[in-house]
């Protein structure tokens, strides 16, 4: 008899002396031993591998106000962002810049991404190239200008436009592209511009909530005091749910 022949055997008299759930473990290890493991080597059974669930996306909301800034609302939106240690970005139209450029400051120095929404907010979608490039060129001179006195502020300025209005065109992305800027739409519209009730803008906003979207407000305008109450109301169920929010665009 042979050296495998007697290992065999006394691990079959082995097994048949043990407890039927022991006999059972037993008879498994010594198929996967058997099987994949030379005699006279200790090796370890194979695992089967087993497939994972598909992973669930990041839980990610992207942030995003337009027509600032504006010396009343501004403020008040970065104190709430701070509270909730919520990032955004400020698309920021170019004569208004011009006219607060401390508030420029201010966003930047909250850490908060600033970005352009044109120089007098008109659609930019059909624009002959030298009108399109002033809205763009002067948007970002000005906004820059404001950050100069503190140039490691600069670094919260990215390229990136808004299209007045949500209007593009082919000739738009061609056109930015060309310029260096990306284009940053939006998929969630609170209207807030319409000064909706701050619980029937969270209602609708939860309808349609999931990972990756991005919300648009807004910090210019007359009447922005229903945007402040809506914006806590969804910073708050937005972490309650497990939502990191953060600014968009990062080039």
């Known amino acids: 008899m042979n ?9 079959l008299l082995t097994i048949l002396l043990l407890p039927i759930g022991e006999a059972s473990a037993a008879m498994l290890a010594s198929d996967s031993h058997a099987i994949n493991c030379p005699v006279g080597q200790v090796c370890t059974p194979a695992v089967q591998a087993v497939n994972p669930e598909q992973s669930e996306p990041e839980k990610v909301i992207y942030l995003t106000f ?26 920021m139209i170019g004569r ?24 007098n907010h008109m659609d930019m979608s059909n624009l002959d190239y030298q009108t399109f490039y002033l809205e763009v060129n002067d948007s970002e001179s000005v906004i820059l200008a404001a950050l100069q006195s503190e140039p490691n502020l600069a670094s919260q300025y990215v390229r990136c436009l808004r299209p007045p209005y949500g209007l593009t065109s082919d000739y738009l992305y061609q056109t930015a592209h060309q310029m260096g800027y990306e284009i940053s739409m939006w998929n969630i519209d609170t209207n807030d511009w319409q000064q909706p009730d701050p619980d029937d803008m969270l209602a609708d906003i939860l309808k349609i909530l999931e990972p990756g979207k991005v919300i ?17 109301l969804i910073l708050h169920e937005l972490i309650m749910q497990g939502y990191r929010i953060e600014p968009l665009c990062n080039y």
Do not use: C
Not at 4 to 10: F, G, H, M, Q, R
């Open 216 to 232: 648009l407000m807004h910090d210019g305008g007359k009447e922005r005091e229903k945007t402040l109450l809506g914006l806590q």
């Open 96 to 119: 208004n810049a011009v006219t607060f450029p401390e508030v420029v400051r201010q966003v930047a120095e909250h850490k908060q991404r600033i970005a352009i929404h044109g120089y």
């Open 3 to 11: 050296v495998k022949k007697i290992i065999l055997a006394s691990l």
């Open 66 to 91: 337009d027509d600032g800034p504006d010396p009343n609302w501004t403020p008040q939106i970065l104190d709430i962002l701070d509270r909730y240690h919520a990032g955004a970005t400020f698309y």
